[in-house]
């Protein structure tokens, strides 16, 4: 039975789609089935960010309203084994997603898999919604700054309401907090909420603190998700998240502020 | 030998009593309709007494039928009128009682909001006798809630008093008839003693709110004092001001 593990935030811009996919890969990396599902209905990006778009034939709606199997409208990750994604539909809107549709493909997809990602659009609204009715847990990426962790509050609040398992009275899904762009720089010279800022606020478990990082535009525009350049800050603190996620415990990385050598202080750059 | 048709029996009623400023018709209907607003069920279902004592002005000017009329439109119950020894006749002639004058002291009742009274506003003011036939309500249990209160959700506590133990986020209010707890940070809006309970008051262990409130009392969050922030305190009414002090 696998799980269902929706990254939602409720601002925009802040890291989920980056999140998805690394921690979808990181979890394949890892040996277990995942399949990534981008619930952005019209503003898909996460084929983007995969480097799938060039073979997105079949889409969630699609696959929603019987046009296609879901097995000819996923997608297999040409780099990672065990990878599947599902793409949204660029043309439609967010109400071409139907609560039982969406319930039957997750069903489906449960059978095989062992982790469904599901990749939130911004906001509170229909979509955003939906991608999060039928989670177990959640990762809520936050930016350290005050209007992102308001947003994040939130959505913590309709999590607790507005899930399945609120409606149904099981237990409440499981939430964890990733911080994404910190700087701790930024943070000692008073311009940015520090880690325990964000959590007195949140309070609820930091998964992990993704540092402020050049390499995750690079990756973007390369199609490849950040965890997979692994000499990069970002990708290392992606893959110490996903083995949190897993429940391994791990120390908290580039909290600090690095200490540069002789040599990268004159080279510079990161 | 006939049965009983009555029997005289002495009885003390609690009344609200409309101490009548000034009267001019579009500014009174307007006011007293936004007092029913704020308070529809005490101002409908209490008979009303309309006190002259404290009027600007003749008392012979008024027409108690235009007033008892344009107040039975508002859905209010005017029971009679005090204190205009001119006017009896004309009181009388509108079907009202003329009553004695009050004894009693009168308890001046929560306003809607902190703002000083406009010019010509009527205050209302509400008696409370001794032995009052006000029915003791059965105890009500607190409203408990443990698990932190999010931006955006609003918690009521109806009848009785509220207590959150975690903290209350920024742009999430918590409201109570009676006392609000928090033990945690308050970060939103809380706002105690809605009905208009002017006893009821806010406890937290941070105070860090956007607004308190105790009765329609409100204080917002830049005039509370430095020494004040982020630290336990407990806010109550002291002489219609809400008083934020440390606990």
């Given amino acids: 039975m696998a799980k269902i593990i929706v990254i939602t935030s409720g601002k925009g811009g802040v890291g989920k789609t980056t999140t998805s996919a690394s921690i979808g890969t990181g979890l394949a990396i890892k040996g277990h089935k995942t399949a990534i599902i981008d619930f952005d209905v019209g503003l898909r990006n996460l084929d983007l960010i995969m480097g799938c778009e060039r073979r997105v034939v079949y889409d969630f709606v699609n696959v929603i309203n019987g046009d296609a199997t879901l097995k000819q409208a996923l997608i297999k990750d040409k780099r990672t084994e065990k990878l599947f994604i599902l793409p949204a539909s660029q043309t439609r809107d967010k109400d071409a997603l139907t609560r039982e549709g969406v319930e039957k493909v997750l069903n489906d997809l449960a059978e095989d898999f062992d982790f469904i990602i599901c990749d939130s659009p911004a906001g509170i609204e229909a979509g955003a919604l939906m991608a999060m009715y039928f989670a177990d847990e959640a990762i809520v990426v936050t930016n350290p ?86 000499k990069t800050h970002a990708g290392q603190a992606y893959a110490d998240a996903v083995s949190r996620l897993l429940g391994n415990d791990v120390q908290h990385r580039f909290l600090e502020v690095e200490k540069k050598g002789f040599f990268n202080r004159v080279i510079g750059g990161r | 030998m006939t049965d009983l048709c009555f029997q005289l029996k002495g009885s003390v009623l609690t009344t609200v009593v409309l101490e009548l400023h000034h009267f001019n ?191 329609g009392n409100f204080v917002l969050s830049g005039d509370v004092a430095e020494q004040l922030w982020k630290k336990p305190v407990q806010a109550r009414l002291k002489d219609d001001r809400l008083c934020i002090e440390p606990l």
């Fill in chain 1, 145 to 230: 700054e005050v209007s992102s962790v308001r947003d994040s509050d939130r959505i913590l609040g309709i999590l607790q309401s507005k899930s399945r398992r609120a409606e149904v009275g099981n237990e409440p899904v499981k939430e964890h907090l990733l911080l994404t762009r910190y700087s701790p720089e930024r943070v000692i010279a008073g311009e940015m909420l520090s880690v325990a800022d964000v959590e007195d606020i949140l309070a609820i478990p930091l998964l992990g603190v993704v540092p402020e990082s050049q390499a995750v535009l690079k990756a973007s525009n390369q199609g490849q998700p950040v965890i997979l350049d692994d």
């Fill in chain 2, 25 to 215: 018709e579009v500014d009174f209907r307007r006011q007293l309709e936004q007092k029913i607003e704020q308070a529809p069920q005490l101002l409908q279902q209490s008979p009303i007494v309309f006190d002259l004592a404290k009027y600007v002005g003749d008392p012979a000017d008024i027409d108690p039928v235009a007033l008892v009329q344009l107040c039975r439109e508002l859905s209010l119950q005017p029971l009679g009128f005090r204190s205009c020894p001119a006017l009896n006749e004309a009181i009388r002639n509108s079907g009202l009682a003329v009553l004695p004058a009050s004894s009693g002291r009168g308890t001046p009742f929560a306003e809607g909001s902190s703002s000083t009274n406009s010019a010509g506003a009527s205050r209302t003011a509400r008696e409370s006798e001794a032995g009052s036939g006000k029915q003791q309500a059965a105890r009500v249990p607190s409203k408990l809630v443990t698990q932190p209160v999010r931006s955006g959700q609003q918690i009521y506590a109806r009848d009785s008093d509220l207590v959150i133990m975690s903290q209350v986020s920024e742009g999430a209010e918590v409201l109570a008839d009676g006392n609000i707890h928090v033990y945690g940070g308050l970060r939103g809006r809380a706002l105690a003693g809605v009905q208009g309970d002017m006893t009821a008051r806010i406890f937290c262990h941070s105070l860090e709110a956007e607004l308190l409130s105790v009765a």
